[in-house]
């Protein structure tokens, strides 16, 4: 997705936009009240403390009892030792949700990202997705187990410390509120400065995120063309440009900050001149005066923490608004309301005039596939070639939903794949891509990856699996791995060779014993002999299954009964090798154009 151009949230809808947290928190939510509570409590025996000096001032100290100060001096300490534990207990009160929060979040996320079509994939930066997933989590979070809590408490604090002031002296309290009017005008506009700036630093890091997974994965690449300096400058700017953003926004919290501290203070100077008035005439005791100054000095941190509980606000706003921007989009691959489930499993495949196009393809540009029709018959071997680019690949997605056609239909046993439950369409399917893309688990895991059944099976049964796709793929190279089968094989399969990972990837696909294999030139990365004498075992496997098999090589060819010749986005040739051979001469060249060892005689039929 070109999602790196920051949008700017509408602050007026900070507290909309962070609304939609509360599903998540749903079961949380009273333990959250209970934190709040607590704040609250502690908020009153903290101002509490100035209506105890009040007390002592006007009392005790004016009539000089001693036994009464001592009383009054450790009712303030024991005040003291309340406030200090009730802070506590709401600490860890409010722990556990945020931490609940943070999963559901994170599981949630996942399990969209893994509904999401491919054509979503496609669009969106992983780094952007990666990010979304762990920082803007850990925003919420943080602004979920401490901001939300404090901002409420704090908030609520400064309220009843108000109202305690207009207690004391309803003009001294109006003045300090009448002077405190301009943190209202410094609020409001860093709310919005802020927004904006969280946001594009929130963006700014996942393209961080992206650079340095792409770097990652492309590390040999950058090595191997001596671009290591160049990817490190322009890695250098994106971090630079996130640093940027990160200083503004400090620098608009240190300016709030300015204010939260500087008018306050201001709002007491003007109250002290006009104490000091009421008190010499009588209005005010000097208790009152000393207890108005008390609460508003307890009232300081507060107020000062809100600026940086409001900073902490608008980035859990911006992380929840980019989580949402990709919980809300909607999987357009869905099962059927219906779904047909009686169905033959003969394994044909019908393409009836099937058109795809991809979602980002300009509307000038023809379909992708411009009216497929194909006809695979049960236990049928259909080879596809195409010059490269002309969507060998992506017709090979649409059998098992990967994309969705977008218009015509593809039939399994007479039935519209649209029509068949997905995950059962999936199993029915197995599919070996043209990269070979292996998970950091075992080698048994990576080629039972489609066996779920398997799981609670027998293991002499899933054993027997496992070394028949072994053996049809050839990847006998596995038993003597350090664990064997058990072996873990590193991110990505990066420690096997790119033969062995597609051998493995093709076992992956075998072990499925699927109704219709389809083979995305499953055997380019292999050496010729190895190529050889996986296409025999492989034989054995295609004899009983339906397969599409792409081919870029003429041996492999061979493995086909029929072939297909795609260009433009049309099938413009179906038959055997040698019927192709003599009736195409679109064929014929290009055949003659694929690249194969010399040991292979490309003209020659299928043995
Ligand atoms: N996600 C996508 N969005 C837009 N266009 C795409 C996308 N994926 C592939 N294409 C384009 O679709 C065309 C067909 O791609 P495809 O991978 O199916 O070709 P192919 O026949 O398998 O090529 P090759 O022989 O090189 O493997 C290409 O022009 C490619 O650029
Ligand atoms: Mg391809």
Request: with cysteine.
């Amino acid at each position: 997705m070109n999602d790196s151009t920051p949008q700017s949230p509408r602050s007026s809808g900070t507290f909309r936009g962070l609304a939609r947290v509360i599903p998540f928190a749903r079961s949380d939510l009273a333990r959250l009240g209970v934190g709040m509570g607590i704040m609250i409590v502690s908020s009153g025996v903290a101002l509490g403390i100035p209506i105890a000096l009040e007390a002592l001032v006007d009392g005790p100290l004016a009539t000089g009892d001693p036994v009464q100060v001592w009383w009054a001096v450790a009712l303030i300490a024991l005040l003291g030792f309340v406030e200090a534990a009730l802070v506590l207990l709401r600490r860890v009160t409010v722990l556990t949700p945020g931490t609940r929060i943070d999963s559901r979040f994170r599981n949630t996320i996942y399990r969209h990202l893994q509904d999401l079509p491919i054509a979503f994939h496609d669009q969106w930066q992983s780094g952007q997705l990666l990010s979304r997933a762990n920082s803007d989590v850990s925003l919420i979070r943080r602004w979920m187990s401490f901001g939300l809590v404090m901002l409420v408490g704090n908030v609520l604090m400064i309220v009843m410390g108000i109202a305690v002031l207009f207690h004391w002296s309803p003009l001294l309290a109006g003045v300090f509120l009448l002077c405190s009017l301009p943190m209202f005008y410094f609020g409001t506009r860093f709310r919005s400065q802020y927004s904006s700036l969280s946001r594009a630093a929130q963006d700014q890091w996942g393209d961080v995120s992206t650079a340095v997974e792409e770097s990652v994965h492309g590390i040999r690449v950058l090595r191997s063309f001596g671009r290591g300096a160049d990817s490190l400058t322009s890695f250098a700017g994106r971090t630079r440009a996130g640093r940027n953003l990160e200083v503004n926004k400090g620098n608009a919290r240190a300016g709030l900050g300015f204010w939260l501290v500087w008018v306050p203070d201001f709002a007491l100077a003007a109250c002290l001149l006009t104490g000091v008035w009421l008190a010499s005439d009588g209005t005010l005791t000097t208790g009152q005066l000393f207890a108005f100054f008390a609460t508003a000095a307890v009232l300081a941190g507060p107020i000062e923490s809100i600026g940086f509980l409001l900073g902490l606000t608008l980035e859990a706003q911006s992380g929840v608004a980019r989580i949402f921007e990709v919980l809300d989009e909607s999987n357009t691959i869905t099962n059927p309301e219906n779904p047909v489930t009686a169905t033959p499993s003969g394994g044909s495949l019908v393409f009836d005039n099937v058109h795809f196009r991809h979602a980002s393809q300009s509307p000038d540009d023809p379909d992708l596939l411009d009216g497929i029709n194909l006809d695979v018959r049960p236990g049928e071997t259909m080879a596809i070639v195409g010059a490269t680019g002309s969507g060998k690949t992506t017709l090979t997605a649409l059998p098992a939903r990967l994309y969705d056609v977008t218009a015509g239909r593809i039939l399994l046993d007479g039935v519209d794949i649209r029509s068949l439950d997905l995950s059962a369409l999936r199993t029915r399917i197995a599919m070996a891509f043209e990269d070979a893309t292996l998970f950091s688990e075992t080698v048994r895991d990576n080629v039972l990856l489609g066996r779920d059944d398997l799981r609670d099976a027998d293991p002499a049964r899933s054993d027997a699996v496992l070394a028949q796709a072994l053996d049809v793929a050839e990847a006998g190279f596995v038993y003597d791995l350090p664990d064997g089968v058990e072996t873990i094989i590193g991110e990505q399969g990066l420690s096997l060779s790119g033969g062995q990972r597609q051998r493995l990837a093709l076992a992956r696909a075998i072990a499925c014993a699927p109704d219709v294999l389809v083979l995305d030139d499953p055997l380019s990365a292999l050496d010729v002999e190895t190529e050889a004498r996986v296409e025999s075992a492989l034989r054995r496997v295609l004899a009983t299954t339906t397969a599409i098999v792409v081919a870029h090589r003429p041996s492999t060819v061979t493995l086909a009964d029929r072939v297909a010749l795609l260009d433009n986005g049309r099938i413009t040739a179906v038959g055997t090798h040698s019927e192709l051979l003599a009736n195409s001469a679109a064929y014929r060249h290009l055949i003659s154009s694929l690249v194969d060892d010399p040991g292979h005689d490309s003209t020659e039929e299928p043995s």
